[in-house]
């Protein structure tokens, strides 16, 4: 490995954000390497010419506009969730199904072009590394295969499902199929409780691929509260409805539910 | 810990900037990534208590541009960026391996990407200890991520 003072190091020097001690010792290391203080000067040069070229005034601008266009998105979708959920919590079954459709058709209102890009830039914007993950292994005769989004499966497969809760302390594992079922996986029954481990969690049974066509996308709903199960199972049952929306889109939930999925191809 | 944007990008701005060249090749892609960093700076202000967050947004930064080049797809120019190419489209090395749940539990905290730690170590010449106080986990836990990759990696290992 190279004894000259790394690029890394040369950014913490000129911000002077390294402990006194560390910072005086790099600040020695780099005045005695041929070169090196011509390196910080250069840095800082372009320091200025960055700032010279796109003024403060001007990025924080432009972060302002993007931050709002990532704000109304949440916002439409907080509006669109909260319309058809919140109520259908208090509501009951009966009352939420004709909530739902409200839902369905209100969002139909909204302009087409402008509910993919939604999507698309709220996928874009979520932290990576963050997130609760969903796993699925396939049972194989050796080892379990881990299964990646997209991957290829078939019916008679049998996947072991795990969760990592990564904190959340609620949560329910639930799929939708190409046929429009839904099916929950966690808890075991809608009067289960909601209570997530810590660590990387499997499922108590494993859960054997049918013969529903195209796809099985697999939802991992978190939350730090309680909420109500009937609710999520309506609003996968909705997007059920739709192959394309129950492939590609999220689950209408509110904003204090967090959704992550794992979609399978299926081969016949 | 509320984000004066501009103040703070007149201070990180450069350095932001000159990760997001250095990892995307490209300035018009790297300023875009710029602006992205500190929307997602933003993004996490509540959480925020760092008050020299230069190694948080030169993580964020690499993390940022780590998945531009794992949605575009690009073809590498050369040896170096086709490292960087193949460590940015490794997929969720976490879920794959389970690694996340051992960590989670032996520290109790989110994660940082093994993608992000790759690139400090391998592309950076960060040391196993400088990784590890740069992200937050031991040595070993450091190590350990490492090892995970290598075997998704297989070159990695002259590295």
Same mark, same amino acid.
């Given at each position: 490995?190279?004894?000259?003072?790394?690029?890394?190091?040369?950014?913490?020097?000129?911000?002077?954000?390294?402990?006194?001690?560390?910072?005086?010792?790099?600040?020695?290391?780099?005045?005695?390497?041929?070169?090196?203080?011509?390196?910080?000067?250069?840095?800082?040069?372009?320091?200025?010419?960055?700032?010279?070229?796109?003024?403060?005034?001007? !990025?924080?601008?432009? !972060?302002?506009?993007?931050? $709002?266009? !990532?704000?109304?998105?949440?916002?439409?979708?907080? $509006?669109?969730?909260?319309?058809?959920?919140?109520?259908?919590?208090?509501?009951?079954?009966?009352?939420?199904?004709?909530?739902?459709?409200?839902?369905?058709?209100?969002?139909?209102?909204?302009?087409? $072009?402008?509910?993919?890009?939604?999507?698309?830039?709220?996928?874009?914007? $979520?932290?990576?590394?963050?997130?609760?993950?969903?796993?699925?292994?396939?049972?194989?005769?050796?080892?379990?295969?881990?299964?990646?989004?997209?991957?290829?499966?078939?019916?008679?497969?049998?996947?072991?499902?795990?969760?990592?809760?990564?904190?959340?302390?609620?949560?329910?594992?639930?799929? !939708?199929?190409?046929?429009?079922?839904?099916?929950?996986?966690?808890?075991?029954?809608?009067?289960?409780?909601?209570?997530?481990?810590?660590?990387?969690?499997?499922?108590?049974?494993?859960?054997?691929?049918?013969?529903?066509?195209?796809?099985?996308?697999?939802?991992?709903?978190?939350?730090?509260?309680?909420?109500?199960?009937?609710?999520?199972?309506?609003?996968?049952?909705?997007?059920?409805?739709?192959?394309?929306?129950?492939?590609?889109?999220?689950?209408?939930?509110?904003?204090?539910?967090?959704?992550?999925?794992?979609?399978?191809?299926?081969?016949? | 810990?509320?984000?004066?944007?501009?103040?703070?990008?007149?201070?990180?701005?450069?350095?932001?900037?000159?990760?997001?060249?250095?990892?995307?090749?490209?300035?018009?892609?790297?300023?875009?990534?710029?602006?992205?960093?500190?929307?997602?700076?933003?993004?996490?202000?509540?959480?925020?208590?760092?008050?020299?967050?230069?190694?948080?947004?030169?993580?964020?930064?690499?993390?940022?541009?780590?998945?531009?080049?794992?949605?575009?797809?690009?073809?590498?120019?050369?040896?170096?960026?086709?490292?960087?190419?193949?460590?940015?489209?490794?997929?969720?090395?976490?879920?794959?391996?389970?690694?996340?749940?051992?960590?989670?539990?032996?520290?109790?905290?989110?994660?940082?990407?093994?993608?992000?730690?790759?690139?400090?170590?391998?592309?950076?010449?960060?040391?196993?200890?400088?990784?590890?106080?740069?992200?937050?986990?031991?040595?070993?836990?450091?190590?350990?991520?490492?090892?995970?990759?290598?075997?998704?990696?297989?070159?990695?290992?002259?590295?």
């Amino acid at each position: 490995m190279s004894h000259r003072t790394p690029d890394w190091m040369l950014e913490r020097i000129a911000l002077g954000e390294l402990p006194p001690k560390e910072l005086a010792a790099a600040r020695a290391r780099l005045a005695s390497e041929p070169g090196g203080l011509e390196r910080l000067a250069k840095l800082e040069a372009d320091d200025g010419a960055t700032l010279a070229k796109l003024p403060p005034s001007q !990025v924080a601008a432009e !972060v302002a506009r993007r931050r $709002r266009v !990532v704000e109304a998105s949440r916002s439409v979708e907080a $509006r669109s969730t909260s319309r058809g959920w919140l109520p259908a919590v208090a509501l009951g079954a009966p009352v939420a199904a004709g909530l739902a459709l409200m839902m369905f058709f209100s969002r139909e209102e909204l302009p087409e $072009r402008t509910r993919p890009e939604e999507v698309a830039l709220l996928e874009t914007t $979520r932290t990576k590394g963050l997130e609760p993950k969903l796993l699925i292994h396939r049972q194989t005769r050796g080892e379990p295969e881990p299964l990646a989004d997209a991957a290829r499966a078939r019916p008679g497969d049998v996947l072991q499902l795990s969760y990592v809760s990564a904190g959340r302390p609620y949560g329910a594992v639930l799929s !939708v199929d190409g046929r429009g079922s839904v099916t929950l996986h966690y808890p075991e029954s809608l009067t289960g409780s909601l209570a997530l481990a810590g660590g990387t969690v499997s499922l108590s049974s494993a859960y054997e691929l049918d013969d529903a066509p195209l796809f099985e996308r697999f939802f991992f709903v978190t939350s730090t509260e309680p909420f109500d199960l009937n609710a999520l199972m309506d609003a996968a049952r909705q997007l059920a409805r739709s192959p394309e929306d129950a492939r590609r889109a999220p689950l209408s939930l509110p904003e204090s539910l967090s959704q992550s999925s794992l979609t399978l191809e299926k081969s016949p | 810990m509320a984000i004066d944007v501009e103040a703070c990008y007149r201070r990180y701005g450069p350095m932001v900037l000159r990760r997001c060249r250095f990892l995307l090749r490209d300035e018009e892609r790297a300023v875009d990534a710029m602006h992205d960093v500190f929307v997602q700076l933003l993004d996490h202000q509540e959480a925020l208590t760092q008050t020299a967050p230069s190694s948080l947004l030169h993580r964020m930064a690499t993390n940022v541009c780590l998945n531009r080049m794992r949605s575009e797809r690009r073809r590498p120019a050369d040896a170096d960026e086709e490292l960087l190419v193949r460590i940015a489209s490794l997929e969720d090395l976490e879920a794959r391996t389970g690694a996340s749940a051992v960590l989670d539990r032996l520290f109790g905290r989110e994660q940082v990407s093994t993608r992000t730690i790759a690139v400090l170590h391998l592309v950076d010449g960060m040391t196993y200890e400088e990784v590890a106080k740069e992200v937050g986990l031991s040595v070993s836990g450091v190590r350990k991520r490492l090892r995970t990759l290598r075997s998704h990696l297989q070159e990695l290992e002259a590295a």
